[in-house]
């Protein structure tokens, strides 16, 4: 299962109740969030949550909420499929959430000085290019464990590190 947000501009929509601002601080729109499954090469959707900036601030909600709302619709869906998600998603709460739900999940990480081993030092993600690196039960801001296997093919520019739920493995 996929989840992608989009922002959904509607700089005409002036009077319309639930659209709010976009992250750029000016075009009025929404977010959608769109849940979907792999199906020969394309994608189909199956649920999907919308919110603003608007809505938001009116429900006393938050961006989190939204997103948590929309995986515990799924989560009896999901089954022991991954949920596979981009950087957006990289953040505590969600993973947070994710374990406690027992989701397995794959995300894509935003990178920075988050990582701790168990002795609550700080783990340094560095990986050669053409290499795959693989991190085992670290933590992520020192509150919950994730893997994380980093990955950086010769034809990218920069590597890609990832969490999921399970223990990652290379495949020979």
Do not use: C
């Not at 319309?16 to 769109?34: N, Q």
């Not at 693989?134 to 509150?143: A, D, M, S, V």
């Amino acid at each position: 299962m996929i989840g992608d947000p989009t922002e959904m501009p509607r700089p005409q929509a002036k009077r319309t109740d639930y659209v709010g601002v976009l992250s750029d601080g000016e075009t009025k729109g929404y977010w959608l969030l769109l849940l979907a499954t792999p199906y020969h090469g394309r994608a189909i959707p199956f649920s999907f949550v919308d919110y603003s900036s608007k809505t938001i601030n009116d429900e006393a909600t938050s961006r989190n909420r939204e997103h948590f709302a929309a995986f515990s619709q799924v989560k009896e869906l999901l089954g022991e499929r991954p949920l596979v998600l981009d950087r957006e998603f990289s953040y505590l709460e969600l993973l947070e959430n994710l374990v406690a739900e027992g989701v397995n999940f794959v995300i894509r990480l935003k990178l920075g000085p988050n990582f701790f081993d168990g002795e609550g030092k700080p783990v340094v993600l560095r990986v050669a290019k053409g290499e795959t690196r693989i991190l085992n039960k670290i933590f992520y801001k020192g509150k919950v464990f994730v893997n994380v296997i980093g990955v950086w093919q010769k034809s990218f520019s920069e590597p890609m590190w990832i969490t999921p739920a399970l223990a990652p493995q290379v495949q020979v």
